[in-house]
Each structure stands twice: as C-alpha cells, then as structure tokens.
C-alpha cells in the first residue's frame, strides 16, 4: 500500500483533494438532512461506513422520511448502485491479489475512484489513482457525516440553511452528464412522466421503482441499433 502514495504526484494530490472536500460537504449536508428527518444519529454514520454510496444513501433516506416502506427505498438504492458492476469490471485488476484487498477496493469503489484511475495511461498511476481517491473519499465522507448528523442535531429545520436541496442536487448531478444522449434523455423523461404520474396513488418510495419503466425504451434503442 506505500507504494500507491509514492506514485501519486502533486497534479493527481490536488485533484483528489478538491474531490475530498466536495465529498466531505455533501456529506455534511447528508448527515444534517437525516437527523433532520427524524433518523437516529447512528443510523447515518453507520450506514456510511457500511454501505459507503452517497447517492443510494441520500435516495434511502429520502424515501423512509417521506413515508416510503424501507425495503422500497434500499431496492431503489440498489438500482441506482448497479453501474458499480459495469466499474467493478473495468478495475478488477487494479484491486490487487488477495481476498481481503480485494473486499477493500470493491468497498471503496466510487464514481471518482473508478473516473480517475481509468483516466491515467500507466498501469501503476491506474492503481495508485484508484486506492488514493478511494480511501480519501471514505475518510472525508465519513467525517463530513459524523460532523453534519452532530450539526442536524441542533438544527431544528434543516430548510433554513438549504440543506434539504442536498437532495434532489446531488441527484441531479449525477445523471445530468448521461443525459447528453439523446437515447438516454428519452429514458429519463419517460421514467420521470411515469414517476410523477404514479406519485398521487401509489407510497412514497414505488413511483422511483416505477421509474424504471423507461429503461425500456433505452434498451429497446440499443436493441434496434
């Protein structure tokens, strides 16, 4: 593992540590949310070291706070974290030997992660991009939601201070890069008509699942192609 932070140069340092203090934000703002919303200050901070998906974790408690069952919002948490296959895939090898090493890096596995190691041409610069911005952005995740969850606690509207735009923002954030295909705009717009349709009759927490009627149209695009 010393040899991941020997060929990690001041470029890559840097990038990974504006990335490190973006996550330690969100996840400020995700523990403050959760304990606003009414959930035990464990909860958060555990889940964040066990589960460790920023956005399956803001959809979890997005959904129970808004009435939905918990088994609908961890089944809409693990849609949202199936592309980490795809990633799993495309960095299996620079994970290294050895079952335990390999649970680790799979843990720490993230979009940033997996966008930086692939970004670099030298096998060695792959693996050290990956573990350094891994184990950076659990350290600064983790921390952001153990000081944001101490926060919420003495906020007694997170609203006040916006924080409960975390939300939806982070969402959107991440699929606004996919959305620049038109196949998959088309998917998005049909799942969100579908969603908001579905909104007024069904529990919180099913229309998010129902939104995933749109994936039909994606795949029957790819299919046709």
Known sequence: MRSVWRTVDLGLARDVALVCVAAAVIGLSYGAIAIGSGFELWLPVVMSVVVFAGASQFLFVGIVAAGGHPLAAMLAGLMVNAR??????????????????????SHLMTDESVAFALGQEDPERKRSAYWACGIGIFVSWNAGVLLGSAAGAAIEDTGTFGLDAAFPAVLLALV????????????????????????PFLPAGVPVLMALLGLLVFAGDRGAA
């Open 176 to 199: 606004l890069p996919s959305l620049r295909e038109h196949t998959t705009r088309r998917a998005a717009l049909i799942g969100g008509a579908v969603a908001l349709a579905a909104t």
């Open 84 to 105: 980490h296959v795809a990633f799993g895939l495309a960095v299996s090898d620079l994970l290294g030997r050895g079952r335990h090493r390999r649970i680790l890096g």
